[in-house]
């Protein structure tokens, strides 16, 4: 087709920019990941099949492993979107502290400001999950990943899959919360870097610390999509430590 009458055709350009970021950068999504003898994804389905939730499921269990594999191809996108913009974008340390914003700086934040919430969503999907099958007191609504992991039982707290789990969250994602936190009800990311650079203009190391923390969002979302991961694999592991359907046969999950 003519591009001159594709209305699309300026979109699909642009994402296929995006997409072949995918293979460099390494992304990829929950059901691309292989652990054991198949798609990460599958062990949602292959776990909680046998189990009993004590809280009626919401949905089929196919929804809810489309869902978080749905989120991931989320984060991978807008970190590919990310390392693709990063050149263009403005370091005040190379303009003379001044920060006259361009359009890939505004959609470089922008983007940023979409993982930061996607990032969380992942992690609000998986205390969802566990709260199903996990005895917490917790009414629906303050049912959050950091009250589920305190609320858990403290007989299901020596399971080492929960130890890794709750040491995941304390040391990789408290601090990236309240980030995310601080976006949504205070400033968003764009804010937070222009007024930055403005209130920090004279002064060299905090304007470069932003410059860095600015810089590194790719990497920060590649690894927090690695960490989602890790532990959508901790939790469905920790939920197949609790009795099957006697009437159900299964076999053994094996992590490899």
């Not at 990032?119 to 917490?136: A, K, P, V």
Request: aromatic letters at 14%; hydrophobic letters at 35%; proline letters at 5%.
């Amino acid at each position: 087709m003519d591009p001159f009458q594709n209305s699309l055709y300026h979109f699909e350009e642009f994402n296929e920019q995006i997409f072949a970021q995918y293979d460099p950068q390494g992304l990829q999504n929950l059901s691309q990941v292989k652990r054991g003898h198949g798609d990460l994804d599958s062990l949602l389905h292959d776990v909680l099949r046998k189990k009993t939730p004590i809280h009626p499921l919401p949905y089929s269990l196919f929804k809810l492993q489309d869902e978080m594999n749905c989120i991931t191809r989320d984060i991978k996108y807008i970190t590919g979107v990310l390392f693709y913009l990063r050149p263009y974008i403005i370091d005040t340390d190379e303009t003379n502290g001044r920060y006259n914003q361009n359009l890939a700086d505004r959609r470089y934040l922008m983007y940023a400001n979409f993982g930061l919430q996607s990032i969380y969503n992942f992690w609000d999907r998986i205390g969802d999950m566990l709260h199903l099958y996990f005895e917490t007191g917790l009414p629906v609504g303050n049912v959050y990943l950091g009250r589920v992991l305190n609320n858990i039982k403290p007989k299901d707290k020596l399971n080492q899959y929960f130890i890794d789990l709750e040491s995941l969250y304390d040391n990789e994602l408290k601090g990236f919360i309240d980030e995310r936190n601080n976006t949504v009800h205070h400033y968003q990311l764009e804010s937070q870097f222009y007024w930055g650079a403005i209130e920090q203009h004279q002064n060299l190391s905090e304007k470069s610390r932003l410059n860095a923390d600015k810089h590194a969002f790719p990497e920060k979302f590649k690894h927090h999509l690695e960490l989602c991961f890790k532990g959508f694999e901790l939790a469905l592991l920790l939920l197949d430590t609790l009795p099957d359907d006697p009437n159900i046969p299964v076999q053994p999950y094996h992590s490899s």
